[in-house]
């Protein structure tokens, strides 16, 4: 797939069919990947695909002018799509190249697992259901269910729907919903006040660093609310109060654009466990709407999109 893809990105650049090329290029630091973003045809020879590229590389797509050639997994090509059913990007300003996703290794359940930090490792590798990690000179071999992110694990559409170049064959989802769930369902399993107790503590821990918004696809106003003076919707203090307000307001912003990709927890710097907001509303919207996000270009976005059974009269 690597080899196909730098084939194919270099001919879109010297056919002119693309101004950039946005993919992922090996990161400074033990299995990790990070976004690369280039015009220069020698440079698509650093492009990798391996189980650790994990960012959602639609957010580029609203910063970038002219054409564009995007490495796109499941869920990335649904929040192109997303972005596109929003006028936020043309169709035709894009080129996917859609990548059939067999998941992204999550290395913190790595570490879990191994009792080591990711630096203690000597090799991690994916040999179809299993994961194979090397320390200290011995293997272990482990479930790929058990080192997946949450959200890979109750993934519904692994390979792209909407692309212009597909680099392997279709694949299967590999499922674990009841650990995709696990925490969501044990917040739901709480009464409210222990619930509000356990989500006032974990956003007395937000640094407002806006990190979960900054990586988000769905995330594009040019100016968020949270900058607004007039009105003030929320002190820039990061009080838990006003934390819980804008993850409130932001999921409300995001809901039938969030795609369950999961950038958004992943990229906290302090571990607070967005994804169950977030897969919550996307749950929610399917359930209420019967919506799920970036999967029609041509279908209107969730918020000017009606059906006779709406459950509220004023719709109907
Ligand atoms: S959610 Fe699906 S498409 Fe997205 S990274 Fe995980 S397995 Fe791949
Ligand atoms: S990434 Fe985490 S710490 Fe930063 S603003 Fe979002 S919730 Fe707060
Ligand atoms: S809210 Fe989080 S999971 Fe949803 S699209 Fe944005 S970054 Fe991805």
Request: some cysteine; hydrophobic content about 35%; proline content about 6%.
């Amino acid at each position: 797939m690597e080899q196909k893809l730098r084939r194919e990105a270099k001919a879109l650049l010297e056919q002119g069919q693309v101004d950039y090329i946005v993919g992922f290029e090996p990161g400074s630091l033990k299995f990790t990947t990070t976004p690369l973003i280039t015009r220069d045809k020698e440079e698509v020879d650093r492009l990798v695909i391996n189980p650790f590229i994990v960012n959602n590389l639609a957010n580029f797509l609203t910063e970038l002018k002219g054409r564009v050639g995007i490495i796109a997994k499941g869920c990335d090509s649904r929040s192109i799509v997303s972005l596109i059913q929003d006028n936020k990007v043309a169709r035709e300003d894009v080129v996917i190249l859609g990548i059939p996703c067999p998941g992204i290794i999550d290395l913190s359940k790595v570490e879990e697992l191994i009792g080591k930090d990711r630096d203690e490792l000597e090799a991690i590798s994916r040999e179809g259901d299993k994961v194979v990690i090397t320390a200290d000179g011995k293997t272990s071999e482990f479930s790929i269910t058990e080192v997946l992110f949450d959200n890979c694990l109750g993934c519904e559409l692994p390979t792209p729907q909407e692309y212009d170049i597909l680099l392997g064959e279709p694949t299967l989802p590999v499922t674990d919903r009841s650990a995709s769930q696990a925490k969501i369902e044990q917040l739901k399993g709480m009464t409210p006040q222990p619930r509000w107790e356990f989500w006032s503590n974990e956003l007395s821990r937000c640094i407002r660093c806006y990190a979960c918004r900054n990586v988000c696809p769905a995330c594009f106003c040019q100016r968020c609310f949270v900058e607004e003076t007039e009105p003030q919707w929320l002190m820039p203090v990061p009080r838990w109060q006003d934390n819980l307000m804008f993850q409130v307001i932001r999921n409300i912003h995001v809901a039938g654009r969030c795609t369950d990709c999961g950038e958004c927890e992943r990229a906290c710097p302090v571990n607070i466990p967005l994804r169950s907001l977030t897969k919550e509303m996307y749950d929610i919207v399917g359930e209420l709407f019967h919506f799920k996000a970036g999967m029609d270009k041509d279908t209107a976005p969730l918020m000017t999109h009606y059906e006779q059974e709406e459950a509220e009269d004023f719709i109907r």
